[in-house]
């Protein structure tokens, strides 16, 4: 097989250390490239005529050219967001590069996420971490790449990551 790079997409319910773990791997891994969707999310301001799916959408695909961009430079991509349904969209939108694709939904039971998203002061996302939290447990495509994060420290959790190919395989979702 020839040279080939990685994006890691970790995605994962509000509070679950998506961030902190994501920029654990990107330090990890070589000519690493960390894209965090909050923070391109958070460039588009001013959008009050937006609906939230216009807004993801723009935010999907800030995310795609970035990693386009630094793929053709020889980069490794961690992607630090939550996806929902763009999984299979992302996959086809880079089915020309030579990459692999590595996916992981970062999970820990939901008193661990309410103490989290407390002690960082984010109680406001405690409605939104459960119903993704019970969204990822039962969805077929997702509950397949779940890592239990609940009494596991970042870096643990990175090391397994980059570690365990039995979670993370090279996923070309199908519709289901």
Request: glycine share 4%.
């Amino acid at each position: 097989m020839s040279n080939h790079n990685t994006i890691y997409i970790i995605s994962g319910p509000c509070g679950v250390g998506k961030s902190t773990v994501s920029k654990e791997v990107a330090r990890m891994i070589d000519r690493g490239v960390l894209i965090e969707g909050d923070l391109l999310n958070a460039m588009i301001v001013g959008d009050s005529e937006l609906s939230w799916e216009e807004r993801l959408e723009i935010n999907w695909n800030n995310i795609l050219s970035l990693t386009r961009n630094v793929i053709l430079h020889d980069y490794n991509v961690v992607i630090d967001y939550v996806v929902e349904t763009e999984l299979e969209w992302f996959c086809q939108q880079v089915s020309d590069l030579n990459v692999q694709i590595k996916y992981v939904v970062l999970t820990a039971n939901e008193t661990k996420l309410r103490e989290r998203l407390h002690q960082r002061g984010d109680s406001y996302l405690i409605e939104r971490s459960l119903f993704l939290h019970n969204e990822f447990e039962t969805s077929s495509l997702h509950r397949l790449y779940l890592l239990e994060t609940t009494d596991k420290e970042p870096l643990e959790v990175a090391r397994e990551i980059l570690g365990n190919v039995s979670i993370l395989e090279n996923t070309r979702p199908s519709n289901e």
